[in-house]
């Protein structure tokens, strides 16, 4: 089976979305994610440019040989741009085998490890009030596991705190927004949201926080170590993992669950956290991390140190990816749990797809492929336009991690 066609398709519908889809000779198609929020264009630029023109005539069926070409063969390797193109071909060619095969993509990867995704959705609000009743909602929605964010005392806008409930978009201006941090308001209020949790709702419910990589280690340690009576699921970014010996300082002052990893884009990323046992989950993601090849190789190689998934699962990856990794999740033994932050309607209508929820988890359909398809004719109703993420500011004007 011949690749005859590849194309990119770029669309916002709420939100940009970059998606390639691969044609072949015998009629099937299929199609990857290689958004990049804020660097979409990027991505699009590398695939057109340097990708489709080696796809062109080669063999469908061979995904491992195309993805070592794309990676061993730029001689540049790594990086978020080059892996999030190598992720969309990839995801694409998956997609078709598995069509070919007439199977959904799970079956694939090895069959069901588990009926269904367990996923986790988010809960916020500007008071600790606000955010409590939020989570009292997405309880009554049968979610089993809630991310929870407050807004912070004398902080105009925290991280994760948004005016849409269901539909968070951080990426807000045509260039980008300033927020302001501060630490020591943060560490004083946070654990005072989950006492509060914990109060309302007892312990059955999983409860994450993510810090989004704004501590210091030995600031996140104390941050761990207050959380400890709360039992949350995990604490997400703790630090920024470019330093990841960092983590080794938190582990030993606390034993709140970590997890990171949303920005990695290899094994080599995950490398020694995994290995070193300095992480409970890794959150690496199809689109970002070099697609279902290389996302597997990260899980099973995680499962030999008895670390688990936690797929990054926010807006700014379609339901493209979603899909896929749903698939992914399925199939693996050492699934921890799924971010599923639901996309807009108009988002569902252009990437029409045939996972479900219910009763705190997402089910796969049994269409072959990965079961997310794209309505061209709508996308092209919904043109690009130019978003970037915000900016962090210390209260004294230093720039720090959003």
């Known amino acids: 089976m011949k690749i005859t066609n590849a194309k990119v398709i770029v669309t916002c519908p709420g939100r940009n979305f970059v998606t390639l889809k691969i044609e072949t000779d015998q009629g099937l198609y299929g199609i990857g994610d290689a958004t990049l929020n804020g660097r979409e264009l990027a991505v699009v630029a590398y695939l057109q440019e340097h990708v489709v023109p080696c796809l062109i005539g080669r063999d469908a069926g061979q995904i491992e040989d195309i993805w070592q070409f ?42 069901r490890s588990r009926s269904g995704v367990m996923v986790y959705g988010h809960a916020n609000g500007t008071t600790i009030e606000e955010t409590t009743s939020e989570v009292a909602k997405y309880i009554d929605l049968g979610y089993k596991a809630i991310r929870a964010q407050t807004g912070v005392p004398g902080l105009d806008t925290v991280y994760g705190v948004s005016k849409d409930k269901m539909y968070y978009e951080p990426a807000d201006a045509d260039l980008p927004s300033k927020a302001v941090w501060s630490t020591p308001k943060y560490l004083d209020h946070a654990p005072k949201l989950f006492e509060t949790l914990r109060e309302t709702f007892g312990y059955e419910p999983h409860f994450l926080h993510d810090v989004h990589h704004r501590l210091t280690p030995i600031e996140a340690a104390r941050l761990g170590k207050s959380l400890e009576p709360y039992r949350l699921f995990w604490m997400e970014d703790a630090v920024p993992a470019e330093n990841q010996d960092n983590f080794r300082l938190i582990r030993q002052h606390t034993t709140t669950p970590l997890a990171v990893g949303e920005v990695f884009n290899t094994i080599w990323d995950c490398k020694d956290l995994i290995e070193n046992q300095l992480i409970d989950y890794i959150r690496t993601t199809i689109v970002h991390a070099g697609g279902v090849t290389h996302l ?19 807006t700014d990856l379609s339901p493209v990816c979603m899909g896929a990794s749903l698939h992914l999740g399925l199939a693996i033994p050492n699934f921890g749990v799924q971010e599923y932050m639901r996309h807009t309607d108009e988002t569902d209508a252009v990437f029409p797809s045939d996972y479900t929820f219910a009763d705190g988890y997402l089910y796969p359909g049994e269409t072959p492929g990965h079961g997310v398809d794209i309505d061209e004719e709508l996308a092209a109703k919904y043109p690009y336009k130019r978003a970037y993420l915000p900016v962090n500011r210390l209260e004294d004007g230093t720039l720090w991690n959003w």
């Open 70 to 111: 794309l990676y061993r063969g730029a001689y540049w390797r790594r990086g978020p741009v080059t892996m999030s193109a190598i992720a969309a071909v990839d995801t694409a060619l998956w997609d078709i085998k598995a069509k070919a095969a007439g199977m959904p993509l799970y079956q694939l990867l090895g069959g």
């Open 296 to 314: 597997k190789r990260i899980f099973d190689f995680a499962s030999l140190y008895n670390v688990r998934s936690g797929c990054h699962g926010a």
